[in-house]
């Protein structure tokens, strides 16, 4: 079955970094879209950025553009998300996920528990 593991969470001073990973398993990774969303506290999941099935293409929400890098290494079966300016606003717990479909973009489902990531000084 479908087996998304994130990790790289953490607490992080407001201005810091952090890197997000995810170990995708259970399906064949190189043929879909995948995307990070997040979910802040008391509040639905929110998209934060996605890529297409080669890492040619990304999209990033507005919150985070120019802060966050989406990518992927399909030989690994692995998905990315560099965070960097990091605000208290980006407190959240961070999920990958994949397209419904492949080589489409659809919606998106969130397999794997999350990686918390808190913003503070």
């Known amino acids: 079955q ?6 790289g969470g ?3 001073q ?7 990973s995810c170990a ?3 399906f064949t990774f190189s043929s879909y ?3 990070w969303v997040r979910q802040a506290p008391g509040k639905g999941l929110e998209w934060v950025s996605r890529i297409n099935t080669i890492g040619s293409v990304t999209y990033y929400a507005d919150s985070v553009k120019g802060r966050f ?3 992927r290494d399909n030989a690994k079966n692995s998905l990315y998300l560099q965070m960097n300016t990091l605000k208290s606003e980006d407190t959240a717990v961070y999920y990958c996920a994949k397209d419904k479909a492949p080589f489409l973009v659809t919606d998106y489902e969130v397999g794997g528990q999350g ?3 808190t913003v503070s000084s």
């Not at 479908?2 to 990790?7: A, D, G, P």
């Not at 407001?14 to 997000?20: E, I, M, N």
């Open 14 to 20: 407001p201005g810091g970094s952090l890197r997000l």
């Open 33 to 35: 879209w995948m995307y």
């Open 115 to 117: 990686t918390q990531v």
């Open 2 to 7: 479908v087996q998304l593991v994130e990790s």
């Open 24 to 26: 995708a398993s259970g």
């Open 10 to 12: 953490g607490l992080v």
């Open 69 to 71: 890098t989406i990518s």
